[in-house]
């Protein structure tokens, strides 16, 4: 008779925390000279683990020369991570969103907000818990601004922030990037 294998899925961690940490990088997909997608699940050098299924392995991406990745400094607190499994039966893809809020109403975030709202964009989101990167956008499928709003709020002590919702259709979800970050920060 022939062993079953097992294996553990969800794992109990010591101190288990949520949220993402306040920097959001970003760059156009056409900065990129090279990108790595998660191994599939079926051909050749299909993935052989349950995490190459959804890790972007190191080095990781190759930007162009004089390319940099951007940032973004959110409000702490205030973005959420959620896929949601979509489409028709045999034929499911993930949509992947993260909400982010950046403080202010500086030009430079305006501009932002101008910029980025017809590109397709490639964005690294951190976790608190585990310090990885999240990524949205991928080597075929780019993510976009699904929608942006600022604010400012009546009172004094209001709310002034731009909300941002990033997306994207991929056949994961988003990944885990272990690639090296460098950032160029927008304050």
């Avoid at 990108?35 to 190459?52: N, Q, Y």
């Avoid at 709202?117 to 990524?135: A, M």
């Avoid at 991928?138 to 709003?149: P, R, V």
Wanted: glycine content about 8%; some cysteine; charged content about 25%.
């Amino acid at each position: 008779m022939a062993d079953i294998v097992l294996e553990d899925v969800g794992v109990a961690s010591c101190e288990p925390m949520a949220a993402i940490a306040t920097e959001v990088l970003f760059a156009e997909r056409a900065d990129f000279e090279t990108m790595v997608d998660p191994k599939s699940m079926c051909g050749t050098g299909a993935a052989a683990t349950l995490d190459e299924l959804a890790e972007i392995p190191s080095p990781g991406h190759v930007l162009k020369a004089g390319k940099k990745l951007n940032k973004l400094t959110t409000v702490q607190e205030t973005g959420e991570v959620t896929t949601t499994q979509i489409g028709e039966k045999k034929r499911r893809l993930f949509e992947n969103q993260v909400s982010i809020q950046v403080a202010g109403s500086s030009s430079k975030l305006l501009g932002f907000m101008r910029w980025a709202k017809n590109r397709d964009l490639i964005f690294l989101v951190r976790e608190v818990g585990t310090g990885n990167y999240r990524q949205f956008g991928s080597d075929l499928l780019s993510a976009w601004t699904e929608s942006q709003e600022h604010k400012i709020e009546a009172a004094a002590e209001g709310n002034v922030s731009a909300t941002i919702v990033i997306k994207d259709k991929q056949k994961w979800p988003a990944p885990v990037y272990k690639g090296d970050v460098t950032v160029e920060v927008i304050p």
